[in-house]
């Protein structure tokens, strides 16, 4: 890849023994694991910008810290980028698609936020749910559920709704 490009992703800095690091995260999961790297990565991590090309990538990094980095030090960056997905890049592309493919093949949807907003587990979180309406000044038990319905909008294309009964 001559002129890489970072996808827009989250990055912060976090220590680590002693030491200041930037954790690059993709909020959209499509980028399975953070990776961390060191100031001077960052650096050259910033300047992906589709338009840079290695040699201009060399040059800022050698104005900006004196020190020459290596092609096959650039590469590894670059190249560990693009398999972890944080590139916008044909390796993201075919990323991207799986995930659609996987999402439209599956029946249910994975609660996104279980374990951390509410209960993961299923048992639980009736239970929790439950709870809402048994507490003093709530409304009561509610009723066994008869149906689930669940609207969503496809990629293109209009609301759909869909139901499932007992």
Do not use: W
Request: charge should be positive.
């Amino acid at each position: 890849m001559e002129k890489p490009k970072i996808r827009p992703v989250e990055a912060f800095p976090i220590e680590q023994n002693g030491q200041t690091l930037i954790c690059l995260r993709d909020q959209t999961g499509i980028a399975r694991d953070p990776i961390v790297v060191g100031m001077g990565a960052y650096f050259l991590i910033t300047l992906f910008d589709g338009a840079n090309t290695l040699a201009d990538l060399h040059a800022a990094f050698t104005r900006r810290f004196g020190q020459f980095v290596s092609p096959e030090q650039l590469r590894a960056l670059i190249d560990a980028l693009d398999s972890a997905h944080f590139l916008d890049s044909p390796a993201y592309t075919a990323r991207l698609q799986e995930v659609r493919e996987e999402f439209l093949r599956s029946p249910q949807r994975p609660a996104a936020l279980a374990g951390l907003c509410y209960e993961k587990d299923p048992p639980k979180l009736h239970k929790e749910i439950e709870s809402f309406f048994t507490a003093p000044g709530a409304p009561g038990r509610i009723p066994a559920q008869r149906a689930h319905l669940a609207a969503y909008r496809p990629a293109a294309g209009r609301t759909r709704v869909r139901a499932r009964v007992r």
